[in-house]
Each structure stands twice: as structure tokens, then as C-alpha cells.
Nanobody, 125 residues
Framework: VQLQASGGGLVQPGGSLTLSCAAS????????MAWFRQGPGKEREFVAA????????YYSDSVEGRFTISRDNAKNTVFLRMNSLTPEDTAAYYC???????????????????WGQGTQVTVSS
């Protein structure tokens, strides 16, 4: 079982990036998929999630309105579209999946069984 995150890079403030997370070894269409990030000297924090079944999306306050999570079940891939990036968005971004996370724990990194390796996003001029 593997999650492979990609799409990170260096972008100027105000720019955009799209991250991808491809899953293999397991079908994640019935899982809740999420993105977390970890900035320098900070703890890993919740960014966005797409709930299993309903497809309802959830975002942290800091990215609401700028980031969009989506998924392509046929390709077993989840995406994170990031617009209007600021230096505060600089972090390593991780995708995660869980078949059993409950709604009240969705924003906790401890609730997810599967993790990708992370992809670095740097926002700088």
C-alpha cells in the first residue's frame, strides 16, 4: 500500500500549484482522503479532506477559499489545487487516507492509517 505525492515546487506569492497523490496497492475510493502540511519547526497540521462516500469537503480556516481538494476514483488519485499562495503556505505537504476515521477526528493526523512521503512547497519571491 503506497501513497505517492507529487507536484510541489517553488512558486511566487500569489501563484498556484496543484498537488497530486496517487494510490497503489489498495483502492481508496471508499476512504476519506486528506492533505496535511508541516512547516519548518511546526507540527503537522490539517489542510483539507474529502469525506468517503458523500465527497463532502472540509478545509482549515487558513486555506478556505484558496485551496480545493478533489479526487479521481478511476485513477485512484486525489488532488489539491492551491491558489493565491503566500509564504505562510510554505511546507511539506502530505496526503493521507483512512477507511475508519470518524468525523470528529478528521482533522487529527493520528486518525489516518496511510501516508504519502510528502512533497515540498516553497512560496517565495
Amino acid at each position: 500500500v503506497q501513497l505517492q505525492a507529487s507536484g510541489g515546487g517553488l512558486v511566487q506569492p500569489g501563484g498556484s500549484l496543484t498537488l497530486s497523490c496517487a494510490a497503489s496497492g489498495r483502492t481508496f475510493s471508499r476512504d476519506t482522503m486528506a492533505w496535511f502540511r508541516q512547516g519548518p519547526g511546526k507540527e503537522r497540521e490539517f489542510v483539507a479532506a474529502m469525506w468517503r462516500g458523500t465527497g463532502r469537503t472540509y478545509y482549515s480556516d487558513s486555506v478556505e477559499g484558496r485551496f480545493t481538494i478533489s479526487r479521481d476514483n478511476a485513477k485512484n488519485t486525489v488532488f489539491l489545487r492551491m491558489n493565491s499562495l503566500t509564504p505562510e503556505d510554505t511546507a511539506a505537504y502530505y496526503c493521507a487516507a483512512s477507511a475508519r476515521v470518524i468525523l470528529s477526528s478528521m482533522r487529527s493526523r493520528h486518525a489516518y492509517e496511510y501516508w504519502g512521503q510528502g512533497t515540498q512547497v516553497t512560496v517565495s519571491s
